[in-house]
């Protein structure tokens, strides 16, 4: 069965980083596509970035040049890096699992997901 556990969401002030974690199990990262997606109270859940099975990165409009995406097979996690963090980046971050080329654009497309972690940002 596969579970994904995330990790490493807080509280920073505006400017700030994070650095977002997804340890998965019960499948290998690399045999799907991999992607953080974002839910805001009130909001619907969008895609901020995806890694597909062959390893490339997809990013959201508003996380270019800010964030970025890596899957480290090895260890078989995912990972967000988050810089210059805005007061609207505020929101639950997922972790998900898809089909190989699955991309952040669906974010139904993507059957397994993890829990959440918080992370706000305040101005």
């Known amino acids: 069965q596969v579970q994904l556990v995330e990790s490493g969401g807080g509280s920073v002030q505006a400017g700030g980083s994070l650095r977002l974690s997804c340890a998965a199990s019960g499948h290998l990262v690399s045999t799907y596509s991999m992607g953080w997606f974002r839910q805001a109270p009130g909001k619907e859940r969008e895609g901020v970035a995806t890694v597909d099975g062959d390893g490339n990165p997809a990013y959201a409009d508003f996380s270019k040049g800010r964030f970025t995406i890596s899957r480290d097979n090895a260890k078989n996690a995912l990972y967000l890096q988050m810089n210059s963090l805005k007061p609207e980046d505020t929101a639950m971050y997922f972790c998900?699992?898809?089909?190989?080329?699955?991309?952040?654009?669906?974010?139904?497309?993507?059957?397994?997901w993890g829990q959440g972690t918080q992370v706000t940002v305040s101005s």
């Open positions: 998900a699992a898809g089909p190989f080329y699955a991309d952040y654009e669906a974010p139904t497309d993507f059957h397994f």
